[in-house]
């Protein structure tokens, strides 16, 4: 009776295993391809990756609520990464991946006019309220920042910085590894520090 039961158990247990959705490795490789998207801004405008080959590409995952945001944000330290490298002709992309009713989901207009109010410089923001680009990139907090060189290589996956805090004091003390990376492209070098530990808010999928 009990080894008939146990079975049944085990039966049980497979089959709901088999119910549960599976998580997919992200696409988003170093050195390798980086994945082709669609994506609509908050102007109703549609963006693809492929669209942008030939320049080098900066992917910022973002979420005002979130107090690591906060500090680059509140600092006008993106704000200034922001407008020094679109400068030079680099495309940056913020994306926010928020879902509906979670924390930092905005609307079209939300987004403008957070991006007015933070005096924010992207090329775009563009909204993923259904995660798609985010999980195709396996993006994980916010900020989370991937640089695309203009091959379309994936040669940045990680944090902004190397201090993962919420103060804004750390900023000046850190490396700034997104500064560092485009920097090294503009200049035809290779990306010296690749990957780094992403640090922030969950995205909240």
């Not at 006008?76 to 679109?86: G, P, R």
């Not at 991006?115 to 798609?132: M, S």
């Not at 203009?150 to 919420?166: F, K, Q, R």
């Amino acid at each position: 009776m009990k080894k008939t039961t146990l079975s049944k158990l085990t039966i049980w247990a497979f089959a709901a295993a088999l119910m549960i959705p599976q998580i997919h490795a992200a696409d988003a490789v170093i050195a390798e391809k980086a994945p082709d998207f669609t994506a609509t801004d908050s102007n109703g405008k549609n963006h693809t990756l492929a669209s942008y080959k030939g320049k080098i590409v900066v992917l910022e995952w973002l979420n005002h609520q979130c107090p690591f945001v906060k500090k680059h944000y509140g600092s006008e330290n993106m704000q200034k990464l922001q407008k020094a490298y679109t400068g030079k002709g680099v495309i940056w992309l913020s994306i926010i991946s928020s879902a509906p009713g979670k924390q930092g989901y905005c609307t079209p207009e939300e987004a403008n006019s957070l991006t007015g109010e933070k005096g924010a410089a992207p090329t775009a923001v563009l909204l993923d309220p259904q995660g798609t680009v985010g999980k195709l990139y396996g993006a994980k907090t916010t900020p989370h920042m991937f640089i695309i060189s203009e091959d379309g290589v994936l040669v940045y996956n990680g944090a902004i910085d190397d201090i993962p805090s919420t103060d804004i004091a750390d900023i000046a003390k850190a490396k700034n590894y997104v500064q560092s990376a485009l920097d090294e492209l503009l200049a035809g070098k290779a990306v010296s520090v690749a990957t780094s530990q992403p640090y922030g808010c969950s995205v909240k999928y």
